[in-house]
């Protein structure tokens, strides 16, 4: 009975010390991963080097290009068109024959006028000869002085009936060469408003057809009044070349010369309206075409410049960001000149190769870390025009 019950307690002993064990040895725990925190990553932005080059300031300016002459064909005659002489479109010389007119009236009152003008001449002379010998009679007094004076007289109205006649003569020979219309300046001549067989009255004023001339050829457009000064200054110093630009791609389509400057500033749009000529032999220019003219007014040698796109206005002036080594973004005062072909001058505040922001500056501040994308090459250096 006595070792029953130490047995029973031994195990009963061992059963709570194995429970107890279960409860007070430690649990394994499989350890969770280190998450690390991902640093913040700035925009992507565009950025572009200062470059030291040579940049050329131009005064430019959107116009419309005119033909140096306009010439409508009208006819000053009256009468049917028999024959139309040129092909629309055309590139023709002053003097060639457009329109042939019905020219047989004409002619017969040429004849007519030439028959009157030698009926008239016979009785002139008829007269003179008359008068002459009057005026020897009248000395020897074989003639009274009565006679003489009636001579004198009819012998004037011959020679006044012969001027008028001879008017008449080459007013018929002027009216027999209208019919034959021709042009009175080079150019191209566009298409004809009037068919054949058509009767034209020179009391109408109908064009007949139209001529530009196109060689050469000049350019209206305006530029801003504050480069006036400027553009006397070079225009007294000799010509002031002037390049033609299509309003698409920006090609130079033609190379000329100033030739005109406004004698006024709009005072609208406040500024100035300026002329230049183009030979444009190879008509890249047409008349009524809209192009962009500019002008070379100086060139700025060895000059900072950067792209118009990273500067950005301030209470202080102007500024902009520049890219540190680190992709950190700093702000920087600078001092801008001159502006041309989308890059400006930058007179102080910022040396060539360092780099610039030149979008998404309202995204921007000190001591960001920004993502700069490839830049792209840099821009070859301006050659003078």
């Excluded at 064990?21 to 690390?36: D, Y």
């Excluded at 010998?133 to 004037?156: C, M």
């Excluded at 309206?273 to 008349?287: I, Q």
Aim: aromatic share 4%; glycine share 8%; charged share 20%.
């Amino acid at each position: 009975m006595g070792v029953w019950r130490t047995g029973t307690a031994v195990a009963l002993a061992l059963g709570i010390g194995a429970a107890i064990g279960i409860f007070v040895s430690p649990q394994r725990v499989t350890p969770s991963p280190v998450v690390t925190a991902k640093p913040v990553e700035g925009p992507q932005v565009k950025t572009a080097r200062a470059e030291k080059r040579d940049l050329p300031l131009f005064a430019s300016g959107i116009g419309h290009v005119q033909a140096l002459n306009t010439a409508q064909i009208k006819s000053r005659i009256d009468g049917p068109i028999e024959k139309v002489l040129f092909t629309e479109g055309e590139q023709i010389a002053a003097g060639k024959p457009l329109f042939q007119i019905d020219e047989r009236p004409y002619r017969a009152a040429l004849t007519q006028a030439e028959g009157q003008l030698a009926r008239d001449q016979a009785l002139y002379d008829t007269a003179k000869t008359d008068y002459e010998r009057a005026v020897s009679l009248i000395d020897k007094g074989f003639t009274s002085k009565q006679t003489l004076e009636q001579r004198q007289a009819l012998l004037a109205g011959y020679a006044a009936a012969v001027k008028m006649d001879q008017a008449a003569l080459d007013n018929a020979k002027l009216n027999l060469d209208f019919t034959t219309i021709r042009a009175p300046i080079s150019g191209r001549i566009g298409k004809r408003l009037v068919d054949t067989g058509n009767l034209v009255h020179a009391a109408d004023g109908t064009p007949l057809a139209e001529i530009v001339q196109n060689h050469p050829i000049t350019a209206l457009f305006t530029v801003p009044q504050g480069a006036l000064a400027e553009i006397r200054a070079q225009m007294q110093m000799g010509a002031v070349g002037v390049e033609a630009l299509s309003t698409d791609d920006r090609r130079t389509l033609s190379k000329g010369s100033l030739t005109l400057i406004g004698n006024q500033v709009d005072t609208t749009s406040g500024t100035i309206e300026l002329k230049a000529s183009f030979d444009n032999g190879d008509d890249a220019l047409w008349p009524g075409q809209l192009v962009e003219a500019r002008l070379t007014l100086e060139h700025r040698r060895d000059v900072v410049a950067i792209p118009n796109t990273a500067i950005a206005a301030s209470p202080e002036g102007k500024m902009v960001f520049v890219v540190d080594a680190n992709h950190k973004v700093s702000v920087r005062k600078v001092k801008i000149g001159p502006s041309s072909e989308g890059k400006s001058v930058v007179e102080s505040g910022l040396a060539a190769g360092e780099r610039v922001v030149v979008e998404k500056l309202d995204l921007l501040v000190p001591g960001l870390a920004v993502q700069p994308e490839a830049e792209a090459a840099a821009d070859s250096p301006a050659t003078p025009s």
